[in-house]
């Protein structure tokens, strides 16, 4: 995944350098992807963080997105485990994600590093989902907080965190996040159709949170609930079977 990433990255600054003056920005970053390619990540950082600062490109949102990959790329190799500057590189790779997306408010180039998304979704999905399991209601509100911050999109994510929200009795918050819920989730043309990691929160979400509602003896949200996944989901064990328990 990371060579088809680094791939697609250059591919797309070749192709960029023809476009019109609207995205000329990747050219002008071309020293960031170098450096993100041949690994010198946190070269690529200081360099990212000083484009962050300067008037002229502190509103650019590729340095951003620059420093959200280099900390996700950092958090994964276990020479940085033991040192204090980078042992919160996962969050910081969330932190810099949500910065980027409020930068890239025109979504100019969102779609173009959808590899990078899924491995950050994914990332940032199964630590939010270990801290619950844990109880660590806390931390895993702000993983699932993230993501919705960096991809409003992610139907999945809002369930989770509300489910989240609701363990810490942060009910207007809860229901603020269903309503976020119920918005993304209209606005999917086909579950099918999103990527693999969307796909799998989606699920994960829809059956703790029909749990959750089962728990509170409200077994008819909790159907409720359920149905709204079953012609995407009734071929899964996990959910077929919870299906059929609560009919």
Same mark, same amino acid.
């Given at each position: 995944?990371?060579? !088809?990433?680094?791939?697609?990255?250059?591919?797309?600054?070749?192709?960029?350098?023809?476009?019109? %003056?609207?995205?000329?920005?990747?050219?002008?970053?071309?020293?960031?992807?170098?450096?993100?390619?041949?690994?010198?990540?946190?070269?690529?950082?200081?360099? $990212?963080? &000083? +484009?962050?600062?300067?008037?002229?490109?502190?509103?650019?949102?590729? %340095? +951003?997105?620059?420093?959200?990959?280099?900390?996700?790329?950092? #958090?994964?190799?276990?020479?940085?485990?033991?040192?204090?500057?980078?042992?919160?590189?996962?969050?910081?790779?969330? =932190?810099? $994600?949500?910065?980027? &997306?409020?930068?890239?408010?025109?979504?100019?180039? /969102?779609?173009? +590093?959808?590899?990078?998304?899924?491995?950050?979704?994914?990332? #940032?999905?199964?630590?939010?989902?270990? /801290?619950?399991?844990?109880?660590?209601?806390? !931390?895993?509100?702000?993983?699932?907080? =993230?993501?919705?911050?960096?991809? %409003?999109?992610?139907?999945?994510?809002?369930?989770?965190?509300?489910?989240?929200?609701?363990?810490?009795?942060?009910? =207007?918050? $809860? #229901?603020?996040?269903?309503?976020?819920?119920?918005?993304? /989730?209209? #606005?999917?043309?086909?579950?099918? &159709?999103?990527?693999?990691?969307?796909?799998?929160?989606? &699920?994960?979400?829809?059956? =703790?949170?029909?749990?959750?509602?089962?728990?509170?003896?409200?077994?008819?949200?909790?159907?409720?609930?359920?149905?709204?996944?079953?012609?995407?989901?009734?071929?899964? %064990?996990?959910?077929?079977?919870?299906?059929?328990?609560?009919?």
């Amino acid at each position: 995944m990371k060579k !088809k990433m680094k791939g697609t990255f250059l591919s797309l600054t070749l192709l960029f350098m023809g476009l019109t %003056p609207l995205t000329a920005q990747v050219r002008e970053y071309d020293d960031l992807l170098v450096l993100y390619v041949d690994e010198e990540y946190e070269k690529c950082i200081a360099k $990212a963080e &000083r +484009y962050t600062e300067k008037d002229k490109t502190r509103r650019d949102a590729l %340095p +951003y997105l620059y420093l959200s990959m280099c900390y996700f790329e950092i #958090a994964k190799l276990d020479k940085y485990a033991t040192e204090h500057e980078w042992r919160n590189a996962d969050r910081d790779a969330l =932190r810099w $994600a949500k910065r980027y &997306r409020r930068k890239d408010k025109d979504l100019l180039y /969102f779609d173009q +590093y959808a590899d990078y998304w899924e491995e950050l979704n994914t990332m #940032a999905m199964e630590t939010g989902i270990m /801290f619950l399991d844990m109880e660590e209601y806390t !931390k895993a509100r702000r993983r699932f907080d =993230r993501m919705v911050d960096y991809h %409003p999109e992610n139907a999945g994510a809002w369930q989770m965190l509300a489910l989240c929200q609701q363990e810490l009795n942060l009910q =207007r918050d $809860a #229901a603020e996040s269903m309503e976020e819920f119920r918005k993304s /989730f209209q #606005a999917i043309d086909d579950i099918d &159709r999103l990527s693999k990691d969307q796909r799998t929160l989606l &699920r994960g979400s829809l059956i =703790r949170y029909a749990e959750h509602m089962d728990a509170l003896g409200m077994q008819d949200s909790a159907r409720h609930v359920l149905d709204l996944g079953y012609d995407a989901f009734q071929e899964n %064990p996990e959910f077929k079977g919870l299906y059929e328990e609560l009919n």
